[in-house]
T-cell receptor
């Protein structure tokens, strides 16, 4: 049973436009969420996180939105750059007390 | 500060053999987690060690085992390898005893079973 779902395996966006990556979760105990970016032949690197006491967190070009009632979060990248082309993983935890549960990832391609 | 180091980077083994993968966490990090990444399944949690004790375990068969040493370095072992064990094995270290600190991942060990 997949607790964290990234329903879009891939996404293609033009350079300079907005990229929106979506993530849904089923476990209502999850209250801490993270996004990781992964390039080929490298491990995932932490991008941005949000706890359930917030509904938005920004870091430069990256913003994560959390809709607790819908059990949905999204990552917005504005403007998108070719270097953003990577696989993005959504992850969730229960109060920091359980190992991170990851989605299957979304491959983002930013076209110049 | 050195990152998370995983060795070897690549490994080819035959079905039925066993394999040991190594992970050196960031200095000062006491928690080490292991994940398996396959194309269709994303990152699947294997187990996590904190101060030499296994704190959590994922839903993998007993052929998958691990341990952590007093210097926080960790090893994972897979016995009686199967073709389906071919995957990227990722190690991640974390600073504190809460997962909210997030993980720092190594580059992984690519295991191919033939």
């Amino acid at each position: 049973d997949q607790q964290v779902k990234q329903n879009s395996p891939s996404l293609s966006v033009q350079e300079g436009r907005i990229s929106i990556l979506n993530c849904d979760y089923t476990n209502s105990m999850f209250d801490y969420f993270l996004w990781y970016k992964k390039y080929p032949a490298e491990g995932p690197t932490f991008l941005i996180s949000i706890s359930s006491i917030k509904d938005k967190n920004e870091d430069g070009r990256f913003t994560v939105f959390l809709n607790k009632s819908a059990k949905h979060l999204s990552l917005h990248i504005v403007p998108s750059q070719p270097g953003d082309s990577a696989v993005y993983f959504c992850a969730a935890s229960d109060s920091g007390n359980t190992p991170l549960v990851f989605g299957k990832g979304t491959r983002l391609s930013v076209i110049a | 500060k050195a990152g998370v180091t995983q060795t070897p980077r690549y490994l080819i083994k035959t079905r039925g053999q066993q394999v040991t993968l190594s992970c050196s966490p960031i200095s000062g990090h006491r928690s080490v987690s292991w994940y398996q990444q396959t194309p269709g399944q994303g990152l699947q949690f294997l187990f996590e060690y904190f101060s030499e004790t296994q704190r959590n375990k994922g839903n993998f068969p007993g052929r998958f085992s691990g341990r952590q040493f007093s210097n926080s370095r960790s090893e994972m072992n897979v016995s009686t390898l199967e073709l389906g064990d071919s995957a990227l094995y990722l190690c991640a270290s974390s600073e504190g005893d809460s997962y909210s600190y997030g993980y720092t991942f190594g580059s992984g060990t690519r295991l191919t079973v033939v």
